[in-house]
Structure formats: structure tokens, C-alpha cells
């Protein structure tokens, strides 16, 4: 960086200190860019620092002699030249920086619920008979909250592809309390069942992401509920957690033998999608993927919760059933039992699945974000305590540090402060989904300004040289990002 730096003796000149305030101003002489800050030195005597913008960094400084004649101002410099000048007060532009928001952290809205919302229609075959049965959602939405760029949390309920249903109660819990804090929640009631080969349990968990992407489809097509398509994200438990990792990460390539045994397709839609989409962040509770492979496909942040000893899902790999139960848990291992007997005679009719464990190592090696967090109780479903009841205690842990998680990876594209590499005096961020946007230049001034970009430049014997910039996202989360330099 080039930089002129003269260090001269205040010539001797009559000063205005009367007529000219002490302060920054902007002197206008011809295309010439430059500052002018007038003080008064350590002996009483009026000073003139003259700053020159030369298109680098840090500006060339003088000292030089103010003059003032009828209100007019001279500037008289070291080699004896005299420019006659426009001074301007220099006001920098309006800066303070937003607080921490916790817009999606607190519950803040009143709850609106529409209930068995119809998504989807499906042909099914019953003893011989064929008839259409309707796909339900319900959802759950903040009122008077005045966003027009909702986040959508899909949810999905567990019970192994067998059983459970949206309205299980810690499930209607966790959507009422992520629509207080600001989500469109639609909890997905999938199709269920199946017979008893790998086959058919490959195609319940691919029937149930056919499902989750036609319920993401409807709720994007209801202009009414405001939903920003950058901002989607999915949690579930057991098999509802694999639905959601697969929402996220799943590609028809990776198991074309699923997609030949089904006979259909994601990507057929039904209804067509206006929007495209994808999963901003997945909340894994207690479940897995099939293939390790789909983790490869996209960089999605997971945040998993599961117990080391989970006996129905493998804590990192493993056959699903196939883990310790423990004898306490009479009421837990007889419903076990009654699932295997009734529908599993074959002891492996699952593929090997992985658990939260080899899901957080994947990631982490990737460089993705995983956050996991585990237990060690050899328990399954971590909001029902053993009575059965919901353990509110880990309950209420839970969706937080999910909830936290979220709000972290609400933007697409969040703001990152950097300098152009190639024209050291610019500052740009993405304000691609910025709503308000302020700047600060602490050690020199702002000298043009665009929605995205400052050029600036700097006082060489200020004390500090920093760029911040503050603001609110669409999302209405505040940034805040400084450079020093």
C-alpha cells in the first residue's frame, strides 16, 4: 500500500477558529477528493490536518494553513501554494448496532391451527378393492406476527412406519411451540405399513418421503400462509427422523432399486411445484439415515439427539430392532416384542441403517455442521419418560437447543463483512436478504456508499481503523460484523 505521509511544521497562518469549528469537514477543490479536520493543538494554536484521498487505503496527510476571508476559506500548504476551497461538515452516516433479537428463541405469538388439512389423495388396493385415501396435515402458524417470510418447519411423528400419527401429544407440544415462536409447522401424517421383506420396508420409508415432499409442495403453494421458500426446515423422531434426514439429503440415484420397486417418483409433482426448495437445517431425534453415501449429497446442518444404547435405532450402525433392551423397561420391550412377533419374523427385514453417531462423524469430516447430543439411559423416545408420561424437564431442553439451532441457520445467505481483494477501499456483504443496513468506519470516513458496498478511507494517526456493519434481516434477526484493520 502506497501511502505519502508528509510531517511538516505548522506554518504560520491566520486561523478562523471563530469562524470554523473545530471538526472533520469535506473540501470540494476541482475532482479532487479530501477531508480537512480543523482543532487546536497542545498550545492553544488553531491546526489544520489536510487528508487526501490518492485511491489507496490510507490517505496522504499534510499539515497545512487555514485562512479565512469573507467567509471564504484558503488553504495555504507546505510548498507554498495557496488553493482556495468549499468546506462541508462531514456527518457520518447513522450507526448504532441492532441487540441480539430473539425473534425464534422466545415464544411471542398467539397460535392459529388448522386441523386434517388434505394434501395429498393416494390409490390404495384392499382386499382386492381400490379406492383413493386422502393425505393429512395439520398446521400450526403464529398470529399477528406481520412477517411476509415465515420460516416452515416440517414435522414428522415416529412409530417405525407402523403406527403414530400427528396428533401423538409431546408432537402437538413441539409444533405449538415452534408456531409461538414464529414457524408455519406442518406435521405430515405419512402412509404406514407394510409386509415383511426388505423390499417392502424400503418402500415404506421411500412412500413416506414421497409424502413429505408432496406436503412441502402444498404448503408452498398456499401464498396465504407467507412462507419464505429459503427458510424450510424438518425435525422428527425415529421414523420420522429418517424422513426428515431423507427430505434433506435423499437422491433417487442413490437407490434406484427403491425407485423400481415403488414405481414412482419424487420428483413427479404432484401437485407441481411453483417454488423450488430445500432443507435449510434437520432435527434428528433419535433417528438414521439408510446410506451413508446421501450425506455427500448436500451440505445440510444436522443437530441429532440419541441415547449410545438405543434398542431400536442403531446408535452408529446396525440392523433397527437389534439393539439391548433393558429389563426395566417391561412396558417398552413388551411393545417390542409385540411388533416383532406381529410384523417382523424375519430378525433383519430392514436394511443396516446409521444412527446419530456415524451421521455426526460423516458431517463433521465433510466440514459440515453436526451438533449431537447423546444420553445413556438404553431408552428409545426421549420425550416420553418410562411412566410413559412426557419428561418435560428434557422436553423442554430439547426443542430449545433445537430451536437455537434453527434460528442460527435462518438465512440463505448471511452477512459475511469482507474487503475487495482487488480495490483495498471497498467493503461489500451479501444484502440479499438484508432488510436495514447501517455502516461505521471508526478511524476515517465513509466516502460513497451503495445498498451493498462502502469505499472508505483512513486517517493515518487515528488510533484504531476499523469497518462494522449492523442491520435486521428479512427474517427480522440482527447482524453485526466488523473488520479491523
Known amino acids: 500500500m502506497r501511502r505519502l505521509v508528509f510531517i511538516l511544521a505548522v506554518l504560520s497562518a491566520v486561523c478562523c477558529s471563530k469562524a470554523l469549528d473545530p471538526g472533520l469537514y469535506r473540501v470540494r477543490m476541482g475532482t479532487d477528493e479530501a477531508f480537512l479536520r480543523v482543532g487546536i493543538d497542545s498550545l492553544g494554536k488553531d491546526t489544520a490536518l489536510f487528508y487526501r484521498n490518492s485511491g489507496h487505503l490510507t490517505a496522504d496527510t499534510l499539515l497545512v494553513a487555514l485562512k479565512a476571508e469573507r467567509g471564504k476559506y484558503q488553504l495555504a500548504f507546505p510548498d507554498s501554494s495557496v488553493v482556495k476551497v468549499a468546506l462541508t461538515p462531514y456527518e457520518a452516516p447513522v450507526f448504532h448496532r441492532f441487540p441480539d433479537s430473539d425473534l425464534y428463541l422466545e415464544p411471542r405469538y398467539a397460535i392459529g ?60 407440544e413441539w409444533n405449538r411451540y415452534f408456531a409461538s415462536l414464529g414457524y408455519v409447522v406442518s406435521c405430515v401424517n405419512y402412509r404406514l405399513g407394510y409386509r415383511r421383506n426388505r423390499d417392502a420396508t424400503d418402500e415404506a420409508m421411500y412412500r413416506a418421503l414421497k409424502d413429505a415432499n408432496a406436503a412441502v409442495r402444498f404448503v408452498l403453494k398456499r401464498d396465504s400462509l407467507r412462507i419464505h421458500s429459503g427458510r424450510i426446515f424438518a425435525s422428527g423422531e425415529d ?3 429418517i424422513t426428515a434426514l431423507n427430505l434433506a439429503y435423499f437422491r433417487e440415484e442413490n437407490f434406484p432399486e427403491i425407485i423400481q420397486e415403488s414405481g414412482d417418483s419424487i420428483r413427479v409433482m404432484r401437485p ?30 444436522v443437530i441429532s439427539f440419541q441415547d449410545r444404547n438405543d434398542p431400536v435405532i442403531p446408535f452408529e450402525t446396525g440392523f433397527p430392532f437389534d439393539g439391548p433392551v433393558d429389563e426395566e423397561t417391561n412396558f417398552f420391550k413388551s411393545l417390542l416384542e409385540e411388533i416383532m412377533s406381529w410384523f417382523l419374523p424375519d430378525p433383519h427385514p430392514f436394511r443396516t441403517m446409521y444412527g446419530a453417531g456415524e451421521i455426526h462423524r460423516i458431517l ?30 428434557r422436553f423442554d431442553i430439547i426443542k430449545e437447543q433445537v430451536a437455537r439451532f434453527f434460528a442460527s441457520k435462518m438465512e440463505t445467505s448471511p452477512v459475511s463483512l469482507r474487503q475487495d481483494p482487488e480495490d483495498e477501499q471497498l467493503f461489500i456483504i451479501d444484502k440479499s436478504e438484508v432488510d436495514i443496513c ?33 442491520g435486521i434481516y428479512t427474517s427480522g434477526l440482527t447482524f453485526f460484523e466488523t473488520i479491523a484493520l
Request: glycine share 10%; proline share 4%.
Open 438 to 470: 447501517q455502516w461505521q468506519v471508526e478511524g476515517g470516513v465513509i466516502i460513497g456508499k451503495s445498498d451493498d458496498t462502502i469505499r472508505i478511507l483512513l486517517f493515518p494517526d487515528a488510533e484504531e481503523h476499523s469497518v462494522s456493519v449492523s
Open 364 to 393: 463433521k469430516e465433510r466440514g459440515v455442521q453436526s451438533e449431537l447430543i447423546t444420553f445413556d439411559e438404553q431408552w428409545h423416545d426421549m420425550f416420553q419418560g418410562k411412566d410413559g408420561d412426557i419428561d418435560y424437564p
Open 272 to 301: 407441481p411445484l411453483v417454488r423450488g426448495f430445500d432443507i435449510r437445517a434437520v432435527a434428528n431425534l433419535w433417528g438414521a439415515v439408510p446410506d451413508t453415501a446421501i450425506l455427500h449429497n448436500a451440505d445440510i446442518p
Open 113 to 172: 391451527e388448522s386441523k386434517d388439512v388434505v394434501f395429498g389423495r393416494v390409490l390404495r388396493s384392499q382386499d382386492g378393492e381400490k379406492d383413493y385415501t386422502n393425505l393429512l396435515m395439520d398446521l400450526y402458524y403464529p398470529r399477528n406476527d406481520g412477517s411476509e417470510a415465515r420460516p416452515l418447519l416440517m414435522t414428522f411423528h415416529g412409530g417405525s412406519f407402523l403406527e403414530g400419527d400427528k396428533r401423538d401429544s409431546s408432537l402437538v
Open 239 to 241: 421414523a420420522g427422523a
